[in-house]
């Protein structure tokens, strides 16, 4: 207990900066949802100061509190003081976790996933067949499982074979200008796999080789979402050791902002490492390096869903991109919260995630939109499930498959 209270003390110089001035608030959306003081960042740091000046049985409940936190960094990016939520936060749930550990098979499933990646994409194809025999097809690639604990989630496919198991290795452009590496990340390794072909094909197309990796390994969020901090701060390590070996590659490419985030920002807090290269967006990409000039012709009426932690001073470039690259009519929604997905928390909290999510789709329900754009794999999952539910008949992808579909068929 002593050796908790002395690491929770570690925290207090950056506690200490909360002036408990309330400007977080209005950006928390849990709090928007709840009004719960405890929701929120200020009485967040509250409640684990409290752990320190005495209140050390509460320590279990203290955690819950910060278990539903969305860790959406809105409070980070809102607050004048510069108070460090995410790290207080995903350091408050590391040293809390030593008093509630996490039950064994959560352990199990988490330590395989990001200590045997090999293991994951080996799986693909069981996956794919699990989730198409135990459920029922909502649409193309949407599937509800049959599973009372899934809760009627509308689930997107796995696909039969990992993105890296076909892409792994260098995909070579012809007329090469530069070589990148593209970092795919969980998501589009099983489930958006034709997020990675357009990726990788796109870039191909305008003279960059891709080093796609023979082994995706996990950027660790979900392990340092769940109080697992060491798991993650391993995965973060294992991953800069593997792209440090892509010596001629200029960028790391990803179209996760969750694992740009893992490896790029709180990576290298967490270890002390540095990620061995910038790791860029592929749209900022796109557009800022390459300077891409396509009209695809896609038509219809789209919206973008930006997701937490896209960087703000990106959003007018994803809208341009859409508005640029596509014929579609763009209609911005009022409704800029989280999804609800929120790495775990949608697997944990499921029917207060989908709360965010339906709301959203409420909104483009009302617009009328049947493309919704979104530059992460997550909020995409969560977002098809909330439009098959709602019943919105919308495409939910990345703005880059439209580029890769319209090269496709000029070919
Ligand atoms: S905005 Fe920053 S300083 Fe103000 S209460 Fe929130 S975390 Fe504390
Ligand atoms: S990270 Fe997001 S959900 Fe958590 S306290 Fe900050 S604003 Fe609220």
């Not at 795919?184 to 390794?189: H, K, L, T, Y």
């Not at 593997?242 to 893992?262: F, M, N, S, V, W």
């Not at 009302?366 to 909330?386: E, F």
Request: some cysteine; proline content about 4%.
């Amino acid at each position: 207990m002593d050796e908790l209270l002395k690491e929770l003390h570690e925290l207090e110089e950056m506690m200490l900066q909360c002036m408990k001035c309330g400007t977080c608030q209005s950006d928390c959306p849990l709090y928007r949802t709840d009004g719960r003081e405890s929701s929120v960042a200020r009485g967040k740091i509250s409640l684990l100061q409290s752990v320190y000046e005495g209140r050390i049985e509460d320590a279990g409940r203290i955690l819950k509190h910060l278990d539903q936190c969305l860790l959406c960094t809105r409070c980070l990016k809102a607050c004048p003081s510069g108070v460090k939520t995410d790290e207080i936060f995903l350091r408050g749930r590391e040293i809390l976790r030593k008093i509630k550990k996490l039950p064994k098979w959560q352990k199990l499933i988490l330590k395989t996933a990001m200590e045997k990646p090999e293991l994951m994409a080996k799986m693909a194809p069981l996956m794919h067949m699990g989730l198409k025999f135990g459920s029922k097809k909502i649409k193309d690639g949407i599937y509800r499982p049959m599973l009372p604990a899934l809760g009627g989630r509308n689930v997107v496919e796995i696909k039969s074979e990992a993105f890296v198991k076909k892409y792994g290795g260098l995909n070579k452009a012809e007329n090469e200008i530069m070589r990148v590496v593209f970092y795919p990340g969980c998501a589009v390794n099983l489930i958006y796999t034709e997020w990675g072909t357009a990726v990788v094909e796109v870039l191909r197309h305008f003279g960059v080789s891709v080093y796609v990796p023979e082994t995706n390994i996990c950027c660790g969020i979900p392990a340092a979402s769940m109080g697992e901090l060491e798991m993650f701060r391993n995965a973060v390590r294992a991953n800069f050791d593997a792209l440090a070996e892509y010596r001629d590659a200029k960028y790391i490419i990803t179209c996760c902002p969750t694992c740009r985030y893992g490896l790029y920002e709180m990576g290298p807090k967490q270890t002390g490492a540095e990620c061995p290269l910038e790791v860029v967006d592929i749209l900022v990409f796109l557009e800022e390096t390459l300077k891409v000039k396509i009209q695809s012709g896609v038509r219809g009426r789209s919206t973008i869903h930006f997701p937490c932690h896209y960087q703000d001073s990106k959003k007018e470039l994803v809208e341009s991109f859409v508005r640029t690259h596509t014929d579609t009519e763009y209609v911005k929604l009022d409704n800029q919260s989280c999804c609800g997905f929120a790495g775990t928390f949608s697997l944990k909290y499921y029917e207060r995630s989908k709360g965010f999510s339906r709301s959203k789709i409420q909104e483009m329900k009302d617009k009328r939109t049947d493309k919704v754009y979104t530059p992460c794999p997550g909020c995409a999952m969560q977002l098809a499930d909330a439009a098959a539910g709602e019943g919105l008949d919308a495409e939910v992808t990345h703005p880059v498959t439209e580029l890769y579909e319209f090269l496709r068929k000029i070919k």
